[in-house]
């Protein structure tokens, strides 16, 4: 939006400066309009719970859920919340109004009994479980493409690299595979995380003591129907307890998302790393430009996937800072959440989403990984094949300075050993250990 004069009029975040999630489906699933279509509905949810309950009649509960579908102004909401500390006291407000509208006695039936956290942790958990399904599908995506490359390249050999040195020989399907392992493990949490996600409902303070005064009997099992009821409506867990300031599924998210922005990080650090010019053995199918060399080719994805996997845990300890919460409501460290958490999940769907992108076009070049092999990543092949000859030390000692077939023939000492074992002993190929059964154990792993 610009001025009269051109200048900028209001400020809207589009992913200016995040453009690992900028246009993705998780920044549509996280925005404003999201966070406000998922409180609507957690409180439509409730009220078709409290008339399940017996709490309000079901066409009060029906004009809720109509009147939620209407629209509402998000940044409306926003400013008016700046007074009541969240955006649900303005939206019930809001809401009471269109209920009005349609049914005057259905009125009261809005947010009965509720507190603004049991409807903003609801629709937080929605939001969640939708973003997680979105990494879910990306990293099932990248789970495929590495299944492929692992079994295609398992013959290619490659230059392990240990501290920064080469060190023996590997091949490039034994780290698709590795790479592929910590995609499965961070699938899996992600998995049990979303089918776990809790709705939130405890009143005041957690003691849904409203919930059991408006009930008819006044009964304590009647609250608990009703949470039985939410958890249903909106297709979350039913919790044990409310969790106002109990904020384990918080730290279960802030973990999971770490966890899964690090194995995403993982891969685009080798990537990184991999397609450096001097390197050169892997290169992005749609690599970026430069503003000032026009013959440079960026592995721009990889670049969004590491910048993002760098600041998950500095958002994941922020969320795990909301444990330390105080009373039955805590002021300040719920609110703390709400920027941290979207963050995280904006970030983590991102590079999930540029990960399966850039894995499904990656460019592999064998011939460059078999040429950028040193002669010495074989030394302790040959330290080892000698050792029984000339013992331990002094077989070290030769394969530090000799590793070249032609230079160990030429030595006297070795002047007995066949021509075929100096061969096999400086060849790459013969020494990649166990890589090939090690890639079909880890291609069996998560189907």
């Known amino acids: 939006m610009t001025s009269s004069n051109g200048a900028p009029s209001a400020q809207i975040d589009v992913g200016l400066l995040s453009p690992v999630r900028a246009g993705s489906a998780a920044e549509q699933a996280t925005g404003d309009g999201a966070y406000l ?3 609507l509905e957690a409180e439509a949810a409730l009220a078709r719970a409290c008339a399940r309950a017996g709490l309000i009649p079901h066409s009060a509960a029906r004009a809720v859920t109509d009147a939620a579908a ?17 955006p649900v006291i303005p939206l019930v407000a809001d809401l009471t109004a269109a209920v009005a509208r349609l049914d005057g006695e259905a009125a009261s039936c809005v947010h009965l009994g509720a507190t603004s956290q ?4 609801t629709a937080t958990m929605l939001i969640c479980r939708r973003v997680l399904e979105l990494i879910r599908a990306e990293l099932d995506h990248s789970i495929n493409t590495l299944t492929r490359l692992a079994d295609t390249h398992r013959a290619t050999i ?19 595979a590795g790479w592929r392992s910590q995609l499965v493990a961070a699938r899996a949490r992600v998995m049990q995380l979303a089918a776990r996600l809790p709705v939130q409902l405890g009143g005041a303070a957690g003691t849904m003591a409203a919930f059991v005064a408006w009930s008819p009997r006044q009964q304590d099992e009647g609250a608990l129907l009703l949470q039985a009821a939410f958890a249903a409506e909106t297709g979350l867990v039913e919790p044990i307890l409310p969790w106002h300031t109990l904020r384990a599924p918080i730290a279960d998210l802030a973990a999971v998302l770490a966890f899964t922005a690090g194995a995403l990080g993982k891969i685009a650090a080798d990537v990184l790393v991999l397609s ?12 970026g430009g430069s503003s000032a060399m026009p013959h440079k080719r960026n592995p721009v994805r990889a670049v969004l996937i590491a910048a993002a996997a760098r600041r998950l845990p500095a958002l994941a300890a922020q969320l795990f800072g909301s444990l330390v919460a105080e009373d039955e409501r805590a002021a300040g460290v719920w ?16 590079a999930a ?16 990984m078999r040429t950028n092999l040193r002669p010495e990543v074989t030394a302790e092949h040959v330290a080892i094949g000698l050792a029984a000859r000339l013992g331990r030390s002094r077989a070290a000692a030769i394969a530090a300075r000799h590793h070249t077939s032609d230079e160990l023939r030429a030595l006297p000492e070795l002047a007995g050993v066949p021509a075929s074992v100096l061969e096999r002993l400086t060849d790459p190929d013969t020494y990649v250990g166990a890589a090939e059964a090690l890639i079909d154990r880890a291609l069996r792993e998560g189907g």
């Not at 998000?74 to 969240?86: F, I, K, Q, T, V």
């Not at 049991?118 to 942790?121: E, G, M, P, R, S």
């Open 158 to 176: 490659m230059a392990a690299r240990t501290l920064t040195q080469q060190a023996v020989p590997t091949s490039f399907g034994l780290k698709a």
């Open 118 to 121: 049991d409807i903003l942790d």
């Open 335 to 350: 609110h703390g959440e709400w920027e941290p958490l979207r963050e995280a999940l904006r970030l983590t769907a991102g």
């Open 37 to 39: 279509r998922a409180v």
């Open 353 to 368: 989403e540029h990960c399966a992108a850039m894995l499904e076009t990656l460019h592999v070049d064998p011939e460059r």
């Open 70 to 86: 209407g629209a509402f102004d998000a940044a409306d909401l926003a400013r008016r919340a700046r007074e009541s500390g969240n």
């Open 276 to 287: 450096r010019s001097e390197i050169a053995e892997l290169t992005e199918g749609a690599p």
